[in-house]
Structures are given as structure tokens and as C-alpha cells.
């Protein structure tokens, strides 16, 4: 089978979240189930490495056509693509949050049908993901709808978020090469007013799925469904959850060649290396006892920072560390900065995308802070359970299906989870996982749960397949 991969964002080329960890290790993992699978993602101005294989091809947009170059390298052993379009994609550090990123993406949803064609392979199965590449089974199901080119193609729209609806206006349809008959609520791209491209994908693909099973039934729901939770349950039935998995070549303390030292279940000195490294790169006391705890995130309402924000005098008071890597809403950015002025001996802050240091975090932590409001899975879970550290979460999709409570009777579970969305029940989980910290024993045994089981991609890229498959026979 021919898998072609689109996605807005890969890691370790551009990563804003944790899209572009799964647009890594998902396509990786299919290869090793024996598919053919081909990355696609636009060319940013930092993305250096890779060769030019086409120099020019004409994508139909706007009042004719947009030439693109397209460059190529190998991912590991998969071939990535990228397509380059300065116009559109050389936009400096940020990828997304230009006025003009819905024209930027229709224009990457275009251009991406047009370089598969120039590649010359049919894809039986195009997977998109988010609202990046929504408008790709529109095309389909439109200008290519007579191209014998895509006549086996099948389309998959994975959800990342439902919180980001690619929002443009109906009257640039004609720009982007579509009808404005489109511009219907019922089957259409209308949404509340405006056009939106993540509709677009979740009416026109063949199949959605979403990155845990939890969230695949929250979104139909309106807690969590941002208003689309009637097309959700509608195509229900074409729905489905899987859960993200983790990349253990690039997330395993046991082999990591950013951090201070390895460790394993079986031999776990290595933490108190990687905690020392931690403490002196935040400035803070060599006080190996004192508990850690961590964030690694982007920084944004989602994330729970306004509960983290209400208990942080608590949780300092309570005798931790405490550690932030982050970056986004100024607000929140600028509140933990005062406390890390406040208590430089107790507070480290660093706002900014640092890949090395999310790894440095994840190693010498002992707690990593997850309170989400809704988290469609949520990786850092998943890594802090490989690196021992312990997680602390809000019950809420992947967090959901990922934690366990742990349970100082029979020794089960692998972290602390509440449930309602207040900083108390936060709280009361940070005194409950302080209390257990100070049992050496116990907290190993929480620490061994977590470390010891299995989250790579082997079990879910199967579940995709077999998502593929049943696309094929249809
Ligand atoms: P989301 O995709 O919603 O941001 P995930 O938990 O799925 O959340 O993935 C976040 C990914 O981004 C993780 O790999 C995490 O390590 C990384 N990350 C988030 N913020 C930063 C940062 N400031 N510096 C480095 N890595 C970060
Ligand atoms: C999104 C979600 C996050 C998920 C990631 C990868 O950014 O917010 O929960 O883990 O995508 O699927």
C-alpha cells in the first residue's frame, strides 16, 4: 500500500507541538510494517537539508499558476518531501499565526495533490491531519474528481485539536480554485458564518480518526466538540480513536544523547545525574532531595496554566522545585517570570522552544504538571513515564487513557489524575504525589510502573492499517 503522509509540521525539521512528533514516528512505523509511505510538508525558511528533485512545477491557484521547487531527503529510511513556495512558506521563525495562513495551507492542500502526481505513485491513502490539510479530500472530491490519477485514492483526516478551525472567508473560494457553491452549512464548508477548513475535512474525507479514544468520544460532545459536535456524531460511525505513541529512539533515557547521564528501570542512578544537571542549567540549589516538579508546554489556556498559576505559592510553600519550559500567552509568561524573581532559589523559567532542554527536563524532574483542560492525547505524559517522572494530570482524553492513578495497595498505576477542572483538586494531587515522594520505596514503585510500560508506535501504526485497509475495500 502506498501511504502518503501530509502534515503541516515534522519533526525534527519544524515542530510547534506535538504534531510534528507524530508526523515523524507514525510514518516510521508504518514503514516497518512493510508500507510504502511518502511525507509531504512545506519547505520553511529554516529548513536547510534535503536536495532539489524538481525545479519547477505549476500549481493552479489564485489568477493561474504558482510555480513551486520541491526538495527531498531521507527521514531515516523515509523518503520526505519538501515543497517550497518562499511566497507562502518562508515566513521567518513562525510557522503559523500569519494573517494569511488559511490562503498559506489551501495553497500547501494544492500544491501537495500536484507534487503526488509529479511523484508518479498512486497513494491508496492519503492521511491528513488537522485543519492544515483539510481542503485535500475537498480537491478531491472536486477539480480531481475525473482524474484517474487519485480514482483509488482514500482519504484519513487525523485530529489533532478541535480547538483550530482554519477560519477564511467564502469569497476567497474562487481564489483557492473552488466553487462557491461549496459554501453550504449542510455537507459544505459554511461554519457559523464563515468558511472553515477543518470542516471542509471533516465532511469530505472518507474516514476521521482522532489521537486517543477518550477525546474521540469527547469531541462529539459540546464540552469539547468547538460547536462541530453534531458532524462528529453524524459521521460517528467513520470515526475512531488512536491513541499517539512514542518514538523510543529519540525518547528513552536508556540511550538519549541530550541528557547528563542513562538510566533504566534497573538502574536508576543515572536520574540523580540528570536531576544535578537540571538544577545547576536552572540556577537552583544543588538539593537532590527536594522534589522537582515540571512543565514542558506550550503555553496557552489549554494547558491548564491558569490552575498552575493559582497553586504555585502552594506547591513552593509545600517544599518543590519548580520548573517551566514554555512559551505563548504573554500573560502567563510574564506572571511565572515574577515568581521565578520572587523565589530565584526555588523557580526556574525558560520561555522559548528548546528541544534539548525538554529532554534535559523530562530526565531530572521527578513530577511533570499536565492539569489540561482538554487534551486531545498529550505526549509529555508519555514521555515523563518513560524518563520516570512522574505525572500529574487532569483526567481529560489522552491524559485519560494514558494515567492511572496509583494505588498504594496494590501498587498499580503509573501517576496522580483528578477530575474537575479547579486548582484545588490540582493541589490536593501535588500534596498527595509530595507525601508518597517521601517514600523512597513507594515512589520507585510508582516510578518502575511508569518506565516500564509499553507506548511505542508498534500497537497503534497496526490499528492505522487496518483503518487503511478497511478505506481499501470499501
Ligand atoms: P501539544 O501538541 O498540544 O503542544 P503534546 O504533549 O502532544 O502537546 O506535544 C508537545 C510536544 O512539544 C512535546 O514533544 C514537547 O516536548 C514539545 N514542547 C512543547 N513546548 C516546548 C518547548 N518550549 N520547548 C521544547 N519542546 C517543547
Ligand atoms: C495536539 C494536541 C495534543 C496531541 C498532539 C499530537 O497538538 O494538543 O494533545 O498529543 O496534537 O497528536
Known amino acids: 500500500m502506498h501511504i502518503l503522509f501530509a502534515a503541516s509540521e515534522v519533526a525534527p525539521y519544524a515542530k ?111 492521511h491528513l491531519n488537522d485543519w492544515m490539510t483539510g481542503l485535500i479530500p475537498v480537491y478531491l472530491r472536486t477539480v480531481y474528481s475525473y482524474d484517474p490519477f487519485f480514482a483509488d485514492t482514500s482519504t484519513l483526516l487525523s485530529i489533532h485539536n478541535m480547538a483550530f478551525h482554519g477560519y477564511f472567508d467564502p469569497r476567497q473560494l474562487p481564489y483557492f480554485g473552488l466553487s462557491p457553491d461549496l459554501y453550504t452549512s449542510d455537507g459544505g464548508l459554511e461554519f457559523r458564518g464563515t468558511a472553515s477548513m477543518l470542516k471542509g475535512g471533516l465532511v469530505a474525507a472518507d474516514a476521521l480518526s482522532t489521537v ?58 543515572g536520574k540523580r545525574t540528570c536531576k544535578a544537571d537540571l538544577l545547576s542549567r536552572f540556577h537552583l540549589p544543588q538539593e537532590l532531595d527536594r522534589p522537582i516538579i515540571a512543565v514542558v508546554s506550550r503555553i496557552s489556556d489549554q494547558k491548564g496554566f491558569d490552575l498552575i498559576q493559582e497553586i504555585s505559592g502552594r506547591l513552593l510553600q509545600a517544599g518543590a522545585f519548580f520548573i517551566l519550559l514554555g512559551s505563548g500567552d504573554a500573560r502567563y509568561e510574564n506572571f511565572f517570570q515574577r515568581l521565578r524573581d520572587a523565589a530565584p532559589h526555588r523557580v526556574g523559567v525558560y520561555f522559548g522552544f528548546n528541544n534539548e532542554m525538554a529532554h534535559r527536563i523530562e530526565a531530572g524532574a521527578d513530577i511533570f504538571l499536565m492539569p489540561s483542560l482538554f487534551e486531545p492525547c498529550g505526549l509529555n505524559q508519555i514521555y515523563s513515564l518513560k524518563y520516570g517522572t512522574v505525572p500529574i494530570v487532569r483526567a481529560t482524553g489522552g491524559l485519560d487513557d494514558t494515567i492511572q492513578e496509583f494505588d498504594r495497595i496494590t501498587r498499580n498505576g503509573n501517576g496522580f489524575k483528578f477530575i474537575p477542572y479547579k486548582s484545588n483538586k490540582l493541589l490536593e494531587k501535588i500534596y498527595e504525589a509530595l507525601i508518597l515522594y517521601q517514600d523512597r520505596e513507594l515512589w520507585q514503585v510508582i516510578m518502575k510502573n511508569g518506565m516500564q510500560a509499553d507506548h511505542s508506535w508498534d500497537v497503534s501504526a497496526k490499528k492505522y492499517l487496518d483503518v487503511y485497509r478497511a478505506l481499501q475495500n470499501r
Open 16 to 126: 510547534t507541538g506535538g504534531l510534528a512528533d507524530v508526523a515523524s514516528a507514525l510514518p516510521k512505523a508504518l514503514q516497518k510494517l512493510g508500507e510504502r509511505v511518502t511525507v509531504i510538508m512545506p519547505r520553511y525558511d529554516s529548513i536547510h537539508v534535503g536536495e532539489v528533485v524538481c525545479q519547477y512545477l505549476p500549481v493552479p491557484f489564485g489568477y493561474g499558476h504558482k510555480p513551486i521547487r520541491i526538495f527531498r531527503e531521507e527521514m531515516g529510511t523515509v523518503p520526505i518531501y519538501w515543497i517550497d513556495a518562499p511566497e507562502y512558506f518562508h515566513r521567518g521563525k513562525d510557522i503559523y499565526g500569519h494573517s494569511d495562513d488559511p490562503e498559506r495551507f489551501a495553497f500547501f492542500c494544492r500544491a501537495l495533490l500536484e507534487t503526488a502526481k509529479w511523484l508518479g505513485v498512486p497513494p491508496d491513502v492519503i
Open 212 to 269: 486517543s479514544r477518550r477525546y474521540a468520544q469527547e469531541i462529539q460532545t459540546s464540552e469539547f466538540g468547538f460547536k462541530m459536535e453534531g458532524l462528529l456524531k453524524a459521521r460517528r460511525h467513520d470515526l475512531i480513536g488512536i491513541l499517539n505513541g512514542v518514538d523510543y529512539e529519540i525518547w528513552n533515557p536508556a540511550s538519549d544523547h541530550y541528557i547528563a547521564a542513562h538510566f533504566t528501570p534497573e538502574d536508576l542512578s
